[in-house]
């Protein structure tokens, strides 16, 4: 991910919007595809386990996992104000000694120390551009599930593309939304030795749970 982007990540999911995002979430618990992730990779098993939840935002991931069951946790997130938030709710949550948080490009700050039992990935693969350095890395690092929620790559949701890029581009914001291939994305998944255990769609989005 180039820098203007993660400057734009910075603008776009600025204090403002993690607060009103914050707010929906205390009010009515995670968005429906984070459920239908964490369900998922709950229902594998997560107790005893650590993961690593690249652009964690909010936390509502990094909660869930440690209500289940987890132990401990890595958040990684290109948006300070996300970061800062997520914190907020670790320590809320009696979780602080348990999460640590990383601010910046996944894919320039990550070392082999991030490796973990479940790596998510929530809405993040829309936001890289280069996604073969995303998924690739990411995938390595999962060492048992690998947990991920992105666009479908149908006609409907193209054809949407150009409008969700248009806000960011009227507030002169560098940040954009990607549409890459499902048959990419998964090719690299498999090559790094994992395979599809769960698969589902919204209208939107595919939630999908890969297993070493």
């Not at 459920?35 to 990779?41: E, F, I, K, P, Y």
């Not at 209500?67 to 670790?90: C, F, L, R």
């Not at 991030?114 to 936001?127: F, G, H, R, Y």
């Not at 929620?149 to 890029?165: E, G, Q, T």
Request: glycine share 8%; hydrophobic share 40%.
């Amino acid at each position: 991910m180039g820098s203007c982007q993660c400057q734009g990540i910075e603008n776009m999911f600025d204090e403002k919007t993690a607060r009103r995002e914050l707010k929906k979430y205390h009010k009515k618990g995670p968005v429906k595809t984070t459920r239908m992730l964490l369900d998922a990779v709950k229902k594998i098993g997560v107790k005893g386990m650590d993961f690593l939840d690249i652009g964690g935002g909010i936390g509502a991931i990094q909660n869930d996992l440690l209500n289940g069951g987890a132990v401990k946790g890595t958040n990684i997130d290109a948006s300070k104000a996300y970061i800062e938030v997520a914190k907020e709710e670790a320590n809320n949550n009696g979780f602080s000694v348990k999460v640590k948080f990383k601010h910046g490009d996944f894919t320039t700050i990550a070392t082999d120390e991030d490796s973990a039992d479940i790596v998510t990935l929530d809405k993040v693969i829309c936001c890289y551009d280069d996604i073969y350095v995303l998924v690739e890395l990411s995938s390595k690092l999962a060492r048992k599930i690998y947990a991920v929620v992105y666009p479908r790559d149908v006609w409907w949701v193209k054809l949407a593309l150009p409008i969700m890029n248009l806000y960011p581009k009227i507030k002169g914001s560098p940040f954009r939304v990607f549409i890459h291939p499902t048959k990419k994305v998964e090719e690299i998944i498999f090559n790094n030795g994992l395979k599809r255990a769960f698969y589902k769609t919204t209208f939107a989005w595919q939630i999908a749970v890969f297993m070493r």
